[in-house]
Each structure stands twice: as C-alpha cells, then as structure tokens.
C-alpha cells in the first residue's frame, strides 16, 4: 500500500535541472518524506529526506509543499550517473513503501 | 559503499530447497531490514529487526523466516523454495531506537541473487 504517487518516467538533458515530483495527499502530521535511488539492481540509495521545511544537501533539494501534500525532489546539475529509478517514500515508523518509482533518464 | 554486507552475491538453486541469506549491518545500527525485489513486484519489505528481536513484519511468506543475533547480523532463511522466489534480496540497517521513530534512515547492501531452477 504505497502511500505516494510518482509518474512512471522523465527524461532530463544533461547539466539542467531535474525535478521529480511526488504526491503523498495522505501524509500524517509525523511522518517524513524520504527520497531513494535504485541505479540497475544496485541497493537503493539515500538522497534526502525531510518533513515540513525544504532541504539541501551535497546530492539534492527537497521542496515540500505548505499542506505536505505533495514534494519535488530538485538534481540541480543532472549527469548521467544521475540515470536511475527515484523512489519518493513516506515513512510510517517501521516500513518503507517503495512503490513503482520514478524512471529517470538523462539524455547527453 | 553503505557499510552494510550481504552474502552471498549470488545463490542459484533448485525448487524445494532451503538457503540462508546473511547481512552484517552497519557498525552501531541496531535495527535490521530485509526487502524482496522482483521483476512484477517491485522492492517489497519483508521484515524488521531491532536488537534482536522482531520489529515489524511486512509481506514475509510463511516459509521465510529470519532472526538477529546477539552480534546483531541477520540471516534470512527461505525454505520449500519455488520458481517465484527468484528475486533480489536486500537488507539495509538504521540506528533504530526501541520506541518508534518517524525519522529513521536505511541503508541498503549490495543483495543477493536468487535464482530458484
């Protein structure tokens, strides 16, 4: 039962910008918003996560929206490397809802 | 590298059999994941640890089961194996608290293959 909605792919040009974005309309006043990587069949890779205010780190942005009904995950200076499947999680305290992700292609 | 280790890599085997998957956590994470991966369902969670004791449970067939040990590595156990189990099995570990914790992050190993003939 995932609790977010992703579309199935993008396609983002090398060096822009990629936004991803993610609904979670469900979302609980406690629960965090937690953003994943899968490149081929690798183990998933954390990228960032928050709650209310927006956050940066080394990898991305996460925006999330006033109402928290819905985020962009931001990749400012998209790669190739950056090539993966986005997993956009809301985290109820024990499990992690994968769902279907989002495909990112990043086009030289 | 998360820190986290699986083995094997890759486990090939035949229906009806038993394989034991292994994962040693990262150092100081006291809880424990496993996650099932395949083809038509995606990255499924399995099962929870935390300091040795069972956490949460998640779609986990009857004929899994998995456990934590006092050193606090985990191994799954996957028994009366069938063609449908050939997936990519993940563990990943946080630092876990004994309460519930709604910010708590995971990190992933490599997996394991299977591959049920």
């Known amino acids: 039962d995932a609790k977010t909605t992703q579309p199935t792919s993008m396609d983002c040009a090398e060096g822009r910008a990629a936004n991803l974005p993610c609904n979670h309309s469900?979302?609980?006043?406690?629960?965090?918003v937690y953003w994943y990587r899968q490149i081929h069949s690798q183990g998933p890779q954390y990228i960032i996560h928050?709650?209310?205010n927006n956050e940066t780190n080394e990898m991305a942005s996460l925006i999330i929206t006033e109402d928290r009904k819905s985020s962009t995950l931001i990749l400012p200076h998209a790669t190739l490397r950056d090539t993966a499947v986005y997993y956009c999680?809301?985290?109820?305290?024990?499990?992690?809802?994968f769902g279907t992700g989002t495909s990112l292609t990043v086009i030289p | 590298d998360s820190g986290v280790t699986q083995t094997p890599k890759h486990l090939i085997t035949a229906t009806g059999q038993r394989v034991t998957l292994r994962c040693s956590p990262r150092?100081?994470?006291?809880?424990v994941y496993w996650y099932q991966q395949s083809l038509d369902q995606g990255l499924q969670f399995l099962i929870q640890?935390?300091?040795?004791?069972?956490?949460a449970k998640g779609n986990i067939l009857e004929r899994f089961s998995a456990q934590q040990f006092p050193d606090l590595h985990s191994e799954l156990n996957l028994s009366s194996l069938e063609l449908g189990d050939s997936a990519l099995y993940f563990c990943?570990?946080?630092?876990?608290?004994?309460?519930?914790?709604?910010?708590?992050?995971?990190?992933f190993g490599p997996g394991t293959r299977l591959t049920v003939l």
């Open positions: 990943a570990s946080s630092v876990g608290t004994s309460g519930r914790l709604w910010t708590d992050t995971q990190y």
């Open positions: 469900t979302i609980s006043g406690n629960e965090y």
């Open positions: 928050g709650l209310k």
């Open positions: 999680i809301v985290y109820t305290g024990n499990q992690f809802y």
């Open positions: 150092s100081g994470d006291l809880s």
């Open positions: 640890y935390y300091n040795g004791e069972e956490r």
